[in-house]
């Protein structure tokens, strides 16, 4: 497909603003994606916002200083849809940074996903369907610098040109294999997602790689080195791993450094990081040896959940999860959406019994309780059968860090 496209519309004031929702006031399909400047902030911002309705692609500059509260309304309205790829990050972005809400959602990477296709990306997707070929030059770009290039205008305009296309071919798709629906529920849960707030946690240096292999002592300093991070990323605003990435933290926490002068000696700290912040690195490491040996640390909460779960209920999310699996294999179906992992926990902790228990479980939709609940069922009962039997042995899954 030819790319001799015509320039996009840059949106930079109110009067753009306007003049781009007359435009979409009578458009029915809205294809949508933003820009953020996470690899260059300490808080990432939305940078921009990318639209496409038919041929006509524009960019919305929210750096620009205007009032974006008026595009809130067409995201919003339930009589459009709102096209994106891989929409989750966008959609929690824009309503943690204007309150936007959303309604009638369509995401075609969710329904590349549940057509069965094993690269679902973006580049992937185009070029298996339209033979494009995109430029990911610029994904990690700095967005919040202005003005934009004319190669960022040019990668930023194709994010969005092609999904209007895109999601028809693939609803045709879907209804042909009746697939609709497992896209829909997936979109619903897009719809609903409520941005978390951004809470800094002391103790998440125990997710650094590396951090279980260290001494408790290390594991101190470790830990007085996580915090020093952070304070200096927000002063700065700068994202953490630009400050020092994990892998030095790793190292000086092992090297305990008694002088600025010592950081040369570490690998993977420069001589520049060493003059910016060699004084407070080489107290952050006193303070840590100072407090002494760390032999157990506060469990951090696993990333999918289950660091809230019983034993018991880990058992059960665990044989949940084996059947999803199979059950997404032999459908050729990403196994998150036939049920996602919300759902799986709350089925973990509900342990339901008989299909009118199904239905109180919050987020498990009608199709899913036809297409799946006697299988869910099962799962349960033959779980309950073991531990009612003793089959079942619980064991301890929580990593306590002790020594």
């Not at 959609?91 to 309604?103: G, H, M, S, V």
């Not at 080195?225 to 605003?237: C, G, K, P, S, V």
């Not at 002494?292 to 990333?303: D, F, I």
Request: with cysteine; charged share 30%.
């Amino acid at each position: 497909m030819s790319l001799d496209l015509p320039p996009p519309t840059l949106v930079q004031d109110a009067r753009g603003l306007g003049r781009l929702l007359d435009d979409l006031d009578g458009q029915h399909e809205i294809a949508v994606d933003t820009e953020a400047d996470s690899f260059f902030s300490y808080r990432e911002k939305v940078c921009l916002v990318q639209i496409t309705v038919e041929d006509r692609d524009y960019l919305v500059d929210p750096l620009a200083g205007f009032d974006m509260r008026p595009l809130g309304h067409m995201l919003a309205d339930p009589q459009k849809i709102k096209v994106f790829h891989d929409g989750e990050y966008d959609i929690l972005i824009l309503k943690r940074d204007f309150d936007f809400e959303f309604k009638n959602l369509f995401d075609t990477r969710v329904a590349a996903a549940t057509l069965g296709s094993q690269n679902p990306g973006l580049a992937s997707v185009l070029l298996e369907h339209f033979q494009v070929q995109l430029d990911k030059s610029m994904q990690r770009s700095n967005w919040g610098q202005r003005p934009l290039t004319d190669k960022q205008i040019r990668y930023a305009r194709l994010d969005t040109h092609f999904l209007i296309d895109l999601m028809r071919e693939q609803k045709a798709q879907l209804e042909a294999r009746s697939r609709a629906m497992i896209v829909a529920g997936e979109c619903l849960r897009l719809e609903q997602l409520v941005p978390p707030e951004p809470v800094f946690d002391p103790d998440g240096f125990a997710r650094i790689k590396g951090a279980r292999e260290l001494g408790p002592v290390e594991r101190q300093v470790l830990r007085e080195l996580f915090i020093l991070r952070e304070r200096i990323a927000r002063e700065t605003d700068q994202p953490p791993f630009r400050i020092v990435n994990n892998e030095t933290l790793i190292a000086v926490a092992k090297a305990q450094p008694r002088f600025p002068a010592d950081l040369s000696k570490v690998g993977g700290f420069s001589w520049k990081q060493s003059r910016k912040m060699g004084d407070d690195v080489v107290a952050a490491v006193a303070r840590g040896l100072q407090l002494g040996p760390l032999r157990q640390v506060t469990e951090v909460k696993s990333k999918d959940g289950t660091s809230e779960l019983s034993d018991e209920e880990i058992e059960l999310h665990e044989r949940l999860k084996n059947w999803r699996k199979a059950q997404g294999e032999k459908m050729g179906v990403d196994a998150a959406y036939m049920l996602n992992r919300h759902v799986l926990l709350r089925l973990a902790r509900a342990r339901p019994r008989d299909a009118e228990a199904l239905t109180h479980i919050d987020g498990l939709l009608e199709w899913q309780i036809q297409s799946f609940g006697p299988e869910i069922l099962t799962v349960v009962e033959r779980f309950e059968s073991d531990v009612a039997s003793g089959a079942f042995n619980p064991k301890k899954r929580r990593n306590r860090w002790r020594r």
